[in-house]
């Protein structure tokens, strides 16, 4: 199969928490430049978030629409746009829960990337049209639940997309690791323990993952970080 290399690249506390008041510390903060420097030097064709942190980013505070089927029977299709944008925000929405305005797209993030959301194949012809009317890419990727190799070759061989950063949420990263879909591991932990069962894990299992599935990595860097932050990187064992 296709696909591209597939960086999963977090900022963590120790007890492998991303989210939670540890973000708030002085710290954390710090490291939170070096992590997006660092993002910027894996040089990927885009990155891959999770429908919860585009939220954050891109539709925070657009109210909720709800958009319904077109009378007309149109079968559904994968929807690609095609410009001179080279960079690909990839999102993570199954249930096309994010209201995307113009504005959004005028998010700095944004200027100069194409956006390609992935949803599942249920949701109404009235938010596909809604997607297409933007500009904004769109993947029509299962049934039930996503089927993340058939999206890895859509964005390979329609999207042009070679190498890609995981940013996910807990859930979105745990399920590429589970589909064996991740090459390599950057993590940047902060000298914090959350100690919080609220707060997300780094990697985080689903009622589709896969059981007793064993990824294993070796290291292959390590660095010691201003702010008593330490960066391990890891590569897929072969």
């Excluded at 939670?20 to 040089?43: A, C, P, R, V, W």
């Amino acid at each position: 199969m296709n696909r591209p290399y597939i960086i999963c690249h977090m900022l963590q506390s120790i007890d492998g928490r991303i989210s939670g008041q540890f973000f708030h510390d002085e710290n954390t903060q710090n490291l939170s430049s070096i992590y997006k420097e660092m993002s910027n030097q894996f040089t990927a064709d885009g990155i891959i978030y999770g429908s919860v942190t585009a939220k954050e980013i891109f539709t925070y505070g657009n109210p909720k629409q709800i958009y319904t089927d077109s009378k007309q029977n149109i079968e559904k299709e994968d929807f690609i746009v095609e410009n001179e944008n080279k960079e690909w925000i990839v999102v993570f929405d199954p249930q096309g829960t994010l209201n995307w305005k113009e504005q959004s797209l005028n998010n700095p993030r944004l200027i100069g990337k194409n956006v390609v959301v992935i949803l599942l194949n249920n949701v109404s012809m009235g938010y596909l049209d809604h997607l297409k009317e933007l500009g904004i890419s769109y993947i029509l990727g299962g049934e039930t639940k996503v089927d993340l190799h058939y999206v890895m070759d859509i964005l390979y061989t329609k999207c042009k997309i070679k190498k890609l950063l995981l940013q996910g949420g807990g859930i979105l990263n745990g399920s590429f690791v589970n589909e064996n879909l991740v090459d390599e591991i950057s993590l940047i932990i902060a000298p914090d323990v959350s100690a919080s069962n609220k707060a997300v894990l780094c990697f985080e299992t689903s009622s589709y993952s896969k059981q007793d599935i064993l990824s294993q990595y070796i290291i292959t860097d390590t660095k010691i970080l201003s702010c008593s932050g330490v960066w391990l990187h890891y590569k897929k064992r072969i």
